[in-house]
């Protein structure tokens, strides 16, 4: 799951990456609403954290501007303001949520939780032959074995596993699953991640559920080949 923040005070926007990242979400930021709109355009998120007041274009803009172009990513808006006209404007705009500062992280989590289920009309149980991701307590087993998987690790089986028989470009999986920092700072990123988990979900079984096709992607699948 990919979330964006974007927030211009450097010391929430911190706090709340690291805190998501615990939570198994892979994160970017941006304190600009510029750059925001066009990384909402180009990546494909699961939630949009959105404060009000931003450099380049505000809050008001960037929500009204996304659902424009038809992003329809559920959009929770982080605001100093209480008044109850400030939070029937931007719901008018298109938010899907609005959180009061000074907010706990806790509910900033719990409502989180209720965007994804909103958005996820699927079984809260993944499965690969063995392989069970349970996308509610994040618990992965293979068979009888609990598997402890990174953030990142997470991020990139459950995709794969989500989209179970489909090869999946490199791209497409670095774009869905890995930071910009991180995708930017080391291009051979991913490949450590696959063997990262290569290593904890296959190596002890004979059934290998990951597959590279050279030049075309990963998948998952539970067919022995």
Do not use: W
Not at 58 to 75: A, E, M, N, S
């Amino acid at each position: 799951m990919k979330i964006l923040i974007v927030e211009d005070d450097s010391k929430i926007a911190s706090f709340l990456k690291k805190g998501l990242e615990e939570e198994y979400f892979s994160i970017d930021l941006s304190s600009n609403g510029d750059e925001a709109i066009y990384l909402a355009s180009v990546n494909n998120y699961n939630v949009i954290i959105l404060d009000i007041m931003i450099d380049g274009s505000d809050g008001y803009q960037v929500c009204q501007k996304l659902r424009q172009k038809k992003i329809t990513t559920p959009i929770i808006i982080l605001s100093a303001k209480s008044a109850i006209e400030d939070k029937v404007d931007f719901l008018n705009l298109g938010a899907d949520d609005y959180l009061t500062k000074p907010f706990s992280f806790d509910e900033l989590l719990a409502r989180i939780k209720v965007q994804l289920r909103k958005n996820d009309q699927k079984n809260n149980i993944l499965q690969v032959a063995d392989l069970t991701v349970n996308l509610d307590t994040k618990a992965i087993h293979r068979g009888d074995l609990k598997i402890k998987l990174t953030g990142k690790e997470y991020a990139i089986l459950e995709y794969l596993m989500r989209n179970k028989g489909a090869i999946i470009e490199e791209q497409t999986l670095l774009d869905s699953t890995i930071g910009i920092d991180d995708n930017i700072a080391n291009s051979n990123i991913l490949n450590v991640y696959i063997y990262r988990l290569r290593t904890k979900i296959d190596k002890s079984f004979d059934l290998k559920l990951i597959k590279t096709f050279r030049g075309q992607g990963f998948m998952i699948n539970d067919e022995d080949s």
